[in-house]
């Protein structure tokens, strides 16, 4: 799939939701004014009519300041400068880079048959081999879709000669795939950082354990479907073949180690840690496997800068959007017509995922994160909802929102690479919304599964 999907998608049935949505917020924004409707209402609008998501954000704003009148429109190109002048944003790049590096270099499928080895002897055993596969490969990614377009090529076909329905191998390939931005590192949780003012270590470590969490609740389901369905053991427990597929993939394993280890510990940055991964997946496709040339270099090199070019336009577009919410007051709108349960600790954050589910169903992840965080997270603080805790659940939201139509970024990606239709995809990964949707209730509810990491190592 295209990276330019990433700005710009459509679907057959994006522009009879988009409208009813649009109508739906003019109407709710109504309270706030005529010119904050007349922002929304262009925005779905271009939506609607195709035009790419960023350029949507951009020119909504542009002609909501110049309708306005508030401020000069030559604040819109300062706004969005400003928007990508931040330092932590320099990860997003490197980890893409470091992502494309260790797809290319053959990475992938060392991490697959160790963790073949190591659990494909249970019921069901490739299905919980690509939940551990994606759970080892996330910490080094830190992108769903990274994770579905590297390791979902492998793991589908290997279920599918395994004898696996089809449905089944698309719907936990794009379940385990969401684990990716969760598990440190991950591009959304630097995006949060950035909007939310947040240390980008403190919410790498509150994702771990809510990471491990989905992982396991994803296995349950997968023995739960094995059971009523049939299926048996891949392969029987072998020391020597898992001492053999573990000596292949140690170093690649090291991976995630030295990214996360080295943030915890304070040997560099999240950003730094962002350049340590490259140099580490240089070394391994130049040095160590030899499986990286100068062609697959100068391909990596060009995809990671379309990706990059497309993900900090985004950024940019929508701090220009936040900033007018914020300026607008939009949050205290929200207060108000919430009443009562404005002080409400379970309503606010039951409002909060109700609207995050909503949008992450329409809107790709980082463009959301941008909206939404000026205009619901001070809501939360309001209440008492650390940011960083916040973050977890806002980015856990967004990513069950890529297994949704009529985006779901993932599903259009697994569909392509499994030559599985939509809505085959979009079957086989009903089930596992289920875990997916009860680890969320239980981090946004306990609050102790996300934080107590963070409390730990900065606090």
Request: proline share 5%; with cysteine.
């Amino acid at each position: 799939m295209s990276r330019l999907s990433m700005l710009r998608w459509r679907a057959p049935i994006v522009t009879p939701l988009l409208s009813g949505l649009a109508v739906l917020g003019c109407v709710v924004l109504a309270v706030t004014g005529y010119h904050l409707s007349f922002l929304f209402f262009a925005l779905f609008t271009m939506l609607v009519l195709g035009v790419p998501i960023a350029i949507s954000l951009a020119g909504a704003c542009l002609l909501f300041v110049v309708i306005s009148g508030q401020v000069p429109d030559i604040v819109v190109a300062h706004r969005m400068i400003n928007g990508i002048d931040s330092f932590p944003l320099l990860a997003i790049p490197f980890f893409i880079f470091a992502g494309s590096l260790m797809n290319n270099a053959g990475i992938t499928e060392r991490i697959f048959n160790f963790a073949k080895a190591l659990m494909g002897w249970m019921r069901g055993g490739l299905g919980h081999v690509n939940v551990g596969a994606s759970i080892v490969f996330s910490g080094m990614s830190g992108a769903a879709v990274a994770d579905a377009g590297g390791l979902g090529t492998i793991e589908i076909k290997a279920m599918k000669d395994a004898g696996y329905d089809e449905e089944f191998a698309v719907g936990i390939t794009a379940a385990s795939s969401t684990i990716g931005p969760i598990i440190p590192p991950s591009l959304p949780m630097v995006i949060y950082g950035v909007m939310a003012s947040a240390s980008v270590g403190q919410l790498f470590a509150a994702g771990l354990i809510p990471g491990l969490l989905m992982g396991a609740m994803l296995m349950g389901m997968i023995f739960i479907i094995s059971r009523r369905r049939g299926y048996t053991a891949d392969t029987r427990f072998s020391v020597g073949v898992l001492g053999h597929t573990f000596g292949r993939a140690v170093l690649s394993l090291m991976t995630p180690v030295i990214i996360v280890g080295g943030i915890i510990t304070g040997v560099f940055t999240p950003t730094e840690s962002a350049v340590a991964a490259v140099a580490y997946a240089l070394f391994l496709g130049l040095v160590v496997y030899r499986t990286l040339n100068w062609r697959k270099l100068l391909k990596v090199s060009m995809e990671t800068i379309e990706t990059t070019a497309i993900i900090l336009f985004i950024v940019a577009s929508a701090s220009i959007f936040a900033w007018i919410l914020s300026s607008n007051q939009v949050t205290q709108h929200l207060v108000a017509v919430l009443g009562p349960f404005a002080d409400s600790k379970i309503a606010v954050l039951l409002f909060s995922n109700v609207v995050l589910i909503i949008i992450g169903c329409f809107m790709e992840t980082i463009a959301a994160i941008t909206i939404l965080v000026p205009v619901l997270l001070p809501m939360a603080m309001a209440v008492g909802v650390d940011p960083v805790h916040f973050g977890v659940i806002m980015v856990l939201n967004l990513m069950i929102g890529l297994l949704t139509p009529p985006v779901g970024m993932v599903l259009y990606v697994l569909s392509r690479v499994s030559n599985v239709s939509f809505e085959r995809c979009m079957r086989g990964t009903i089930p596992f919304l289920i875990p997916l949707v009860l680890c969320l209730l239980l981090v946004t509810f306990i609050p102790a599964i996300s934080m107590w990491l963070p409390t730990l190592i900065y606090r």
